[in-house]
């Protein structure tokens, strides 16, 4: 007989990841800190980038040091609904299938953490 481990939604709810397992978050604070830090002495972007090839974009690296470009594209983006393009019902799904089974990986491995 098999027996399926079932999630109440208690358990779904109780179950945050945190920064630190949130697979979303391509930075910490302190590379954030660290980024700025080197901008400020004067460090090409693409320098920085080169530092930080492993973790993110060198978009991203500007948005850091520029967060105003990041506003004014977030709002670009907003206004001509730019996710129609690429945002499906069927993709969505399979975002979701892979959140929950990296949640459930957590959970079995009594990984909770607060926010």
């Not at 930075?27 to 460090?43: A, N, P, V, W």
């Not at 470009?69 to 975002?95: C, G, N, P, Q």
Request: hydrophobic residues 30%; charged residues 40%.
């Amino acid at each position: 007989m098999i027996i399926e481990k079932t999630y109440t939604r208690k358990v779904w709810a109780e179950a945050r990841t945190g920064k630190e397992h949130d697979r979303r978050i391509k930075l910490s604070d302190d590379d954030r800190e660290e980024i700025r830090g080197l901008h400020k002495q004067g460090t090409p972007t693409r320098e920085i980038a080169r530092r930080f090839i492993t973790k993110c974009s060198r978009r991203l690296i500007q948005f850091v040091i520029f967060p105003e470009r990041d506003i004014a594209l977030k709002a670009t983006v907003k206004a001509e609904k730019r996710w129609l393009k690429y945002y499906t019902t069927e993709s969505r799904r399979k975002y979701m299938q892979n959140h929950r089974a990296h949640i459930r990986k957590l959970l079995d491995n009594k990984i909770k953490y607060e926010m």
